[in-house]
C-alpha cells in the first residue's frame, strides 16, 4: 500500500466494515435482502484526491441482475400486499432508519466520490428528506372517475410498473439513488438500481439500511459493474418493465435504445449546458455569488451546472473580473477537510476531458481570466485529479466548450446586448437543462425565465432543487421528469376499468339482451 495514500484505504475499509461491507472483497451489491460480492471481472477504484488505488471489487454480471430481478418482483408483490397506509408507514420508518448512520453515509461518500464533506452531509440530509416527502404520498395516489356519456362507470387506476431499472452517475450517487429509489417504491415497484462502477458502495449502503428497517426482502436491489455487462444486462432483462437512467446523453441514448427493443418506456435525466444570464441591472454582488455557486460548486460536476455565464455588454468587465477574483480565493482542498469549498474532480478519465476541453477552447482564441491548472498550496497528498477554478473569455458560441457539457469547474463569460440576444444565446445548445436570470426588474425576469427553453430556470438564484418540484430536461438534457408529483406519476401507469351500472347491458352492441 502507498503511504500517501494509506489512510484513505484505511479509512474506506473502516467504514465498509462498519456498513458489514468489508470481507476479502467488498461486498458491492444488495440483493435479495443480502450483501454479495460480484462474480465478474475485477474493477479498480482510484482515490480522486491522490489518483492511487483505493479499492477492488468485481463486477456483478448477468447472473447477479438475474437474481436480483427475481427478488425484485417477489419484493414487489409483497410490497403491494400490503395497505396504502402501511406502505407510507414503513417509508417513513425507513428514512429514519438512516438515522445514526448519517456520518458514515456522508464519509463513505466523500472518500469515493471525492466531494468535499460538508456537501456530502448536506446530501444525506436530502435522502431522508426524499423519503419522507414519498412516503406521504403512498396512500394519496387516487385515481380517477371519468364521466363517460354511457350507462358505465368508468375509473381509472394508477398502477406500477413492477420492476423498474434504475441506472445512475457518478456525482452525486447517494443523492440520486435516493431521488430514483423513493418515488419508484412509493408507487408501489420494486428496483434494480445500478450506480456507476466509479461510486458503487453508497448506493448499496442507503438500500440497505432502508430495506432492513423493515421493507419487503428485495423489493430494493443494487447491483454493481460497468455499463456493457451489468448495465446491459439490466437493460435488456425481460423482467424489467421501465428504464430510469441519470447519465450522459450518450449512455443514455443506448438506454432508450435497449428500451425500445424490448417496447420499454424509459426517462432520461442527461446532460446540460446551463445559461446564467446577468443583466447590467442585477445586483452585481448576488449574480456574481450565484455565478460562482453555479459552476464550482460540486466542482462543477453537477447537471445543472451553470457553465455559460451571459452577462449584458454594460456589466460585462466587472463582472469578470470580480468572479475571477472570487474564483481565485475558493478553498480548494481535501475533502475530508471542513473548511473545503471545491474538491478534485471525481476521476482521471473526467479530469483529462476537462483540460482537454480547456486545451483546445485556447487553441481557438479563447483566453483564460483565471484557473486552467492544478491549485497551488494542495497538501502534498493531494496529487489527484485536482483542476482550479477555470473562467475564461473570448469564447464563440461555435467553439465545443460553448456548446458540448464540461461537467468540471470552468465557467464561459460571453457578454450580450439586448434581451433578445440573451434569449436567442442562452437557447442556442441541443440541451435544455436549467438556466438563471439575474435582474432587479421583475417584467424582464419573468418575460425572459418564460422564453428559456429549459425544465428549470431561477430568477435572482441558482441551484435551489427540492424533491417537492419537477426536475428534467428539454432536448438532449432528456425527457419525463422526476421529484415531486410528476416524477412520481412517471413510476406508475394507467388502467381504465369500464363497469356496467344498467339494469340491462348495454355493452351488446347487437348481441346479448336475450340472444342466446
Ligand atoms: P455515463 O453516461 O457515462 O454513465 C452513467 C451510468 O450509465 C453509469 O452507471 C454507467 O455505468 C451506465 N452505463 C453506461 N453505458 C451503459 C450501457 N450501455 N448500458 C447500461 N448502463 C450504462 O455518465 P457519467 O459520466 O457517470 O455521469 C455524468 C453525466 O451524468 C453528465 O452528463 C451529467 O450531466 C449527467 N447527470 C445528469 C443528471 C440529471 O439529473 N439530468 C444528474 C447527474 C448527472
Known amino acids: 500500500m502507498n503511504s500517501l495514500n494509506s489512510k484513505a484505504v484505511e479509512r474506506l475499509a473502516e467504514l465498509l466494515t462498519a456498513l458489514g461491507m468489508q470481507a476479502e472483497l467488498p461486498l458491492s451489491n444488495w440483493v435479495d435482502g443480502e450483501l454479495l460480492a460480484g462474480q465478474g471481472e475485477s474493477i479498480e477504484l482510484l482515490d480522486p484526491v491522490t489518483g492511487l488505488p483505493l479499492i477492488r471489487y468485481r463486477d456483478a454480471g448477468g ?21 396504502a ?24 461518500e466523500s472518500i469515493v466520490a471525492g466531494k468535499p464533506i460538508r456537501d456530502c452531509r448536506g446530501e444525506v440530509n436530502k435522502v431522508r428528506e426524499m423519503f419522507e416527502y414519498y412516503a406521504g404520498w403512498c396512500d394519496k395516489q387516487h385515481g380517477e372517475v371519468i364521466p363517460v356519456p354511457t350507462s358505465h362507470l368508468n375509473y381509472v387506476r394508477h398502477v406500477p410498473y413492477g420492476v423498474v431499472g434504475q441506472i445512475t452517475p457518478w456525482n452525486a450517487p447517494m443523492f440520486t439513488c435516493a431521488w430514483q ?35 419487503p426482502r428485495g423489493l430494493i436491489n443494487i447491483v454493481n459493474g460497468v455499463g456493457p455487462t451489468t448495465g446491459a444486462a439490466l437493460t435488456g432483462h425481460a423482467g424489467i418493465a421501465k428504464l430510469v437512467f441519470v447519465g450522459s446523453p450518450e449512455s443514455g441514448r443506448r438506454i432508450a435504445q435497449a428500451g425500445a427493443e424490448r417496447l420499454v418506456p424509459s426517462v432520461l435525466e442527461l446532460g446540460g449546458k446551463s445559461a446564467n444570464i446577468v443583466f447590467a441591472d442585477a445586483r452585481h454582488d448576488d449574480a456574481v455569488a450565484g455565478a460562482q455557486a453555479a459552476i464550482f460548486a460540486a466542482a462543477g460536476q453537477s447537471c445543472v451546472a451553470g457553465s455559460r455565464l451571459l452577462v449584458q455588454r454594460e456589466a460585462f468587465d466587472e463582472v469578470c473580473e470580480r468572479l475571477a477574483r472570487a474564483a481565485g480565493e475558493i478553498a480548494v482542498g481535501l475533502p475530508s477537510d471542513e473548511a473545503t ?13 476537462i483540460v482537454s476541453m480547456i486545451e483546445s477552447a485556447r487553441q481557438r482564441g479563447a483566453r483564460l481570466l483565471c484557473g486552467g491548472h492544478r491549485p497551488q498550496g494542495l497538501p502534498q497528498e493531494a496529487s489527484g485529479y485536482f483542476l482550479a477554478p477555470t473562467v475564461l473569455v473570448d469564447v464563440t458560441e461555435d467553439m465545443a466548450i460553448a456548446q458540448e457539457e464540461v461537467f468540471g469547474p470552468v465557467v464561459v463569460v460571453m457578454p450580450f446586448d439586448a434581451e433578445e440576444d440573451a434569449v436567442r444565446l442562452a437557447n442556442a445548445t441541443r440541451f435544455g437543462l436549467a438556466g438563471a436570470v439575474w435582474t432587479q426588474d421583475p417584467a424582464r425576469a419573468h418575460r425572459v425565465a418564460s422564453r428559456l427553453r429549459a425544465g428549470t430556470v431561477w430568477i435572482n438564484s441558482y441551484k435551489a432543487i427540492n424533491v417537492m418540484s419537477p426536475f428534467g430536461g428539454f432536448g438532449d438534457s432528456g425527457f419525463g421528469r422526476s421529484s415531486g408529483v410528476e416524477g412520481l406519476k412517471e413510476y406508475t401507469v394507467t388502467q381504465s376499468v369500464w363497469v356496467e351500472t344498467a339494469i340491462s347491458a348495454s355493452v351488446a352492441m347487437g348481441y346479448g339482451n336475450g340472444v342466446g
Open 63 to 83: 447472473s447477479l441482475v438475474e437474481r436480483a430481478v427475481a427478488a425484485a418482483t417477489a419484493g414487489q408483490r409483497e410490497w403491494m400486499a400490503l395497505t
Open 85 to 108: 397506509s402501511e406502505r407510507g408507514r414503513r417509508m417513513t420508518v425507513a428514512a429514519w432508519a438512516l438515522r445514526g448512520h448519517e456520518e458514515t453515509l456522508a464519509q463513505l
Open 181 to 215: 429509489l423513493a418515488p419508484a417504491i412509493a408507487a408501489g415497484n420494486g428496483v434494480v438500481l445500478k450506480p456507476s462502477e466509479m461510486t458503487p458502495f453508497s448506493s448499496i449502503a442507503v438500500a440497505m439500511l432502508l430495506e432492513r428497517s423493515g421493507l
Open 341 to 353: 469549498l471545491m474538491g478534485p474532480v471525481q476521476n482521471a478519465r473526467q479530469h483529462q476531458h
